[in-house]
């Protein structure tokens, strides 16, 4: 509203003449200037205001309205109060627009706040319920190892209140025992000497009473003698005198003596049949036909668990459907589970077995061919079919052309190639032997398979020595039936440690060497089996084993897959 006063707007159009201001009053100041002294001084903030603005301002008022620019001026004025309006309503939804934002960014950082918040107090509830779980498990590891050690002291002070016990009985029995004797001895020294002076002084009377029995019981003896030879007498010459009594005890004398003689040679007949039907032949050492046996005594290395399902299987098929069994070879160094592999064959296939070892046979001379065939009768008599298992075979099966054996075992190993030249549905053969390259090439040529059996490797002996631990040391302890206890210690960790040590050792020196931990606890004064006795008795057995290994190293004959420790 620049043209209001007279002044041209932006674009320099002309809102009229100038408006001229009023004409000064004329002496206005000189008479300002006289009135100030005769006048007196203005009391407030009116006493200075000017009116000639108002009337300036009332003068252009007028001459606008005469103006022909006055709408214009008023529509333009509306129009900027208008956009004014407009810039502060936008500003006011900008405003709230932010005020808005502000909020939805609050509430997003209440919620983030909340969250983490949240996430910090399960944190914090997980710790403490893991640090609470953590202790009550600490709590029950002390109490049970309270309770173990409350539970060795009660049972060290029963041992010594029974030992106790045990003394002051043993000691009371003694005592009662020698006043007993003491007694028994004064009761006999008066009683002898009662009847000592008895007999003195009724000396005379007992002579006489001696005197008449001995008369009487020779009187007594020669009537005897006489009234039996009378009796004799008479009854023989009556025998002889009479034709028919003679006659008749002559035919049975005679019918007894073929009566004993006729038993005694049916009864040599049904033990032989017996004996070929249900006993064992001499030759045979151990058998599941006569009694039930443990099969599985000792451990089967695992890494020949398939191959002994594979030829169980086929074993049991070969079984339900009547066919032909095959022979088979087993060879290796000494000590790796053949018998055991044997017998487990027979338990998984469900026949029975029959050990016999090959030393038996050379010692019978001319009986061995009747030894031989006779296990081999009794074999064919097994309604389960029979696993015949020859162990150390190589002894009487030896090469006949290049080997000097005696004609008494040739002619045995000639009957044995004889009852083995076919396969059989009624038993089935299994050798074994630590030298197979010794056998009869007759002998080779009935094997139908062969087993080799190396040296346990590391985590087999680990199971082995785990196995006869718990079997001689650590089940004999716990069950508190025999004098073993066994120290505190980590027994998995040393079960390791002693199969890492016990390289090239068979599965039979790992079962005798913890039978000598067993033995061992035995020998000590308290019974306790501790680690340092364990770790001295591994020491000893690896010395033991390398002995044994250098003796097989000079006589150039160590088994094939040993390894020295």
């Not at 002619?411 to 032997?433: P, Y």
């Amino acid at each position: 509203m620049s043209w209001l006063f007279g002044i041209k707007g932006p674009k320099g159009e002309g809102a009229g003449p100038p408006l001229s201001l009023p004409p000064a009053q004329p002496g206005g100041e000189g008479g300002g200037d006289r009135g100030a002294g005769d006048r007196p001084a203005p009391k407030d903030k009116w006493s200075n205001f000017d009116p000639t603005g108002l009337e300036r301002a009332a003068k252009a008022a007028r001459e606008l309205e005469h103006s022909r620019h006055a709408k214009e001026a008023l529509s333009l004025a509306q129009m900027q109060e208008q956009t004014l309006q407009l810039e502060q309503q936008s500003k006011l939804k900008e405003y709230e627009a932010a005020v808005e934002q502000l909020k939805s960014e609050q509430i997003r950082v209440q919620a983030e706040e909340r969250r983490k918040t949240l996430s910090e107090e399960t944190r914090q509830h997980q710790a403490r319920a893991q640090y609470q779980d953590k202790l009550a498990r600490q709590r029950y590891e002390d109490q049970l190892k309270q309770q173990q050690l409350l539970n060795e002291e009660n049972l060290r002070k029963q041992e010594e209140s029974v030992q106790k016990q045990e003394a002051m009985r043993r000691a009371t029995v003694e005592r009662e025992m020698e006043l007993r004797h003491k007694n028994e001895m004064l009761r006999v020294e008066a009683e002898a000497r009662a009847r000592a002076k008895a007999e003195r002084e009724n000396a005379d009377i007992i002579r006489e009473q001696i005197r008449l029995k001995a008369a009487e019981h020779r009187q007594t003896i020669l009537e005897s003698i006489r009234t039996a030879g009378t009796l004799f007498g008479e009854g023989f010459r009556a025998f002889v005198t009479d034709w028919d009594k003679v006659t008749a005890t002559v035919a049975g004398l005679t019918l007894l003596a073929v009566g004993v003689y006729s038993a005694k040679n049916a009864t040599s007949v049904a033990g032989r049949y017996i004996e070929a039907r249900l006993g064992k032949p001499s030759l045979v050492r151990e058998t599941s036909r006569i009694t039930v046996l443990e099969a599985l005594r000792h451990p089967m290395q695992p890494s020949l668990e398939a191959r002994v399902r594979d030829i169980a299987i086929a074993t049991r098929n070969t079984k339900k459907n009547r066919s032909l069994y095959r022979n088979i070879l087993m060879y290796g160094p000494p000590g790796t589970g053949k018998t055991l592999f044997a017998k487990k064959l027979a338990l998984h296939s469900g026949m029975d077995y029959a050990i016999m070892t090959g030393g038996d046979v050379a010692p019978m001379g001319r009986d061995g061919v009747t030894a031989m065939h006779k296990v081999f009768d009794w074999a064919s008599t097994s309604r389960r079919g029979l696993l015949l298992f020859v162990d150390e075979a190589d002894a009487f099966l030896r090469k006949r052309a290049t080997e000097k054996i005696s004609e008494d075992l040739r002619a045995t190993l000639n009957a044995f190639l004889h009852r083995t030249g076919q396969h059989s549905s009624k038993f089935m053969l299994v050798l074994a032997s630590n030298q197979p390259e010794q056998f009869d090439w007759a002998v080779n040529d009935r094997i139908d398979e062969m087993v080799r059996f190396d040296l346990p490797r590391q985590e087999e002996r680990e199971r082995l020595v785990r196995m006869y631990f718990d079997k001689y040391v650590l089940k004999p302890a716990t069950e508190g039936k025999q004098r073993l206890k066994l120290a505190q210690f980590d027994y998995g960790k040393k079960c390791s440690e002693i199969a890492h040590l016990t390289e090239g050792m068979s599965g039979r020196e790992i079962s005798q060497l913890a039978v000598a931990w067993q033995a061992m606890a035995y020998a000590s004064e308290d019974g306790v089996l501790t680690e340092a006795m364990v770790d001295a008795r591994v020491q000893d057995a690896i010395q033991q084993h390398q002995q044994k290994m250098q003796w097989l190293k000079a006589e150039g004959a160590r088994p094939e897959g040993g390894q020295a420790a």
